[in-house]
């Protein structure tokens, strides 16, 4: 598995136009992917907004283990900071749910500007790594398409100011930390979709899936592929081959295929409800 990285030239430009628009807001929305809540956690865009409130939100929790989802949120909460779970798939609730924390988040701010006679937007950052939602999000608390969404990294790449119901929300081009310094959370990033697909070794990366997924969710690779357990990646990968129908001429396992098959039904949901991290490994990281 070759080491990942993946800072594309636009993102420099990016973090300096958030950097700039930070005075402008009163609290951030900081979207996390629940199926990798650590991975998709950019601490360099926390430290962006300095002493602003931010509030965490779990997106694509249809996606996720629920049980593992509730202890990252326990864990969020325990370092003083609002967290809300959601599946923007569902709009309505999506945005009711996080409408709700929202004000909350700024509560105390919202009385003052009322005793001063204030009325207007509540404003909001949103931001987070590639592909974790956050267009989605702002369209479901619109109520409309208004910012452009996609499955892949990198379709937002300027900032766009969308009024909702109560809020203007910033809408910003999904941005990576300059150097990944864990590359297990690398590879989760990778795995959702949050890094450009062709820089990416597929082969490799499908090995360290069914690694991880062999670790924690055994009965989902017996249940979708059929395999026989306990088995090394590289053997599970020609069984899921072997499965698919993928063979070359000659007999060969066409394994580039099944391994991209495999990605595939991970970021689909195809395998169940999967969440890659645990929370007890990162006490402490979202503070």
Same mark, same amino acid.
């Given at each position: 598995?070759?080491? +990942?990285?993946?800072?594309?030239?636009?993102?420099?430009?990016?973090?300096?136009?958030?950097?700039?628009?930070?005075?402008?807001?009163?609290?951030?929305?900081?979207?996390?992917?629940?199926?990798?809540?650590?991975?998709?956690?950019?601490?360099?865009?926390?430290?962006?907004?300095?002493?602003?409130?931010?509030?965490? +939100?779990?997106?694509?929790?249809?996606?996720?283990?629920?049980?593992?989802?509730?202890?990252?949120?326990?864990?969020?909460?325990?370092?003083?900071?609002?967290?809300?779970?959601?599946?923007?798939?569902?709009?309505?609730?999506?945005?009711?749910?996080?409408?709700?924390?929202?004000?909350?988040?700024?509560?105390?701010?919202?009385?003052?500007?009322?005793?001063?006679?204030?009325?207007?937007?509540?404003?909001?950052?949103?931001?987070?790594?590639?592909?974790?939602?956050?267009?989605?999000?702002?369209?479901?608390?619109?109520?409309?398409?208004?910012?452009?969404?996609?499955?892949?990294?990198?379709?937002?790449?300027?900032?766009?100011?969308?009024?909702?119901?109560?809020?203007?929300?910033?809408?910003?081009?999904?941005?990576?930390?300059?150097?990944?310094?864990?590359?297990?959370?690398?590879?989760?990033?990778?795995?959702?979709?949050?890094?450009?697909?062709?820089?990416?070794?597929?082969?490799?990366?499908?090995?360290?899936?069914?690694?991880?997924?062999?670790?924690?969710?055994?009965?989902?690779?017996?249940?979708?592929?059929?395999?026989?357990?306990?088995?090394?990646?590289?053997?599970?990968?020609?069984?899921?081959?072997?499965?698919?129908?993928?063979?070359?001429?000659?007999?060969?396992?066409?394994?580039?295929?099944?391994?991209?098959?495999? +990605?595939?039904?991970?970021?689909?949901?195809?395998?169940?409800?999967?969440?890659?991290?645990?929370?007890?490994?990162?006490?402490?990281?979202?503070?």
């Amino acid at each position: 598995m070759k080491f +990942i990285q993946w800072f594309p030239g636009h993102m420099t430009k990016a973090m300096r136009m958030m950097e700039e628009c930070a005075p402008l807001v009163d609290g951030a929305m900081l979207v996390l992917d629940a199926r990798a809540p650590a991975a998709t956690f950019n601490k360099k865009l926390k430290k962006l907004f300095g002493a602003k409130p931010v509030l965490y +939100i779990l997106n694509k929790t249809d996606l996720a283990d629920a049980a593992k989802t509730d202890a990252f949120l326990s864990e969020i909460a325990k370092g003083g900071s609002l967290a809300v779970k959601c599946s923007a798939a569902n709009a309505s609730a999506a945005a009711k749910q996080i409408s709700a924390k929202a004000l909350e988040l700024l509560k105390e701010k919202r009385s003052r500007d009322a005793a001063k006679g204030l009325s207007r937007p509540l404003r909001f950052m949103v931001a987070g790594i590639p592909n974790t939602g956050k267009s989605t999000i702002i369209n479901a608390l619109s109520g409309q398409k208004r910012a452009v969404t996609g499955d892949k990294a990198g379709v937002t790449r300027g900032k766009q100011w969308i009024r909702c119901a109560g809020f203007e929300l910033l809408d910003t081009p999904g941005t990576m930390p300059p150097s990944f310094e864990n590359q297990t959370l690398a590879q989760h990033l990778a795995y959702i979709g949050s890094i450009n697909d062709d820089i990416l070794d597929f082969y490799g990366l499908s090995l360290e899936l069914l690694r991880e997924l062999s670790e924690s969710y055994p009965n989902v690779l017996k249940e979708r592929y059929a395999l026989e357990m306990p088995a090394s990646p590289a053997d599970m990968l020609g069984g899921i081959c072997k499965r698919r129908g993928f063979v070359l001429r000659g007999g060969e396992y066409d394994l580039d295929r099944g391994a991209r098959a495999l +990605i595939d039904d991970f970021r689909k949901g195809r395998l169940g409800r999967i969440t890659l991290e645990n929370a007890a490994d990162y006490i402490g990281f979202f503070g």
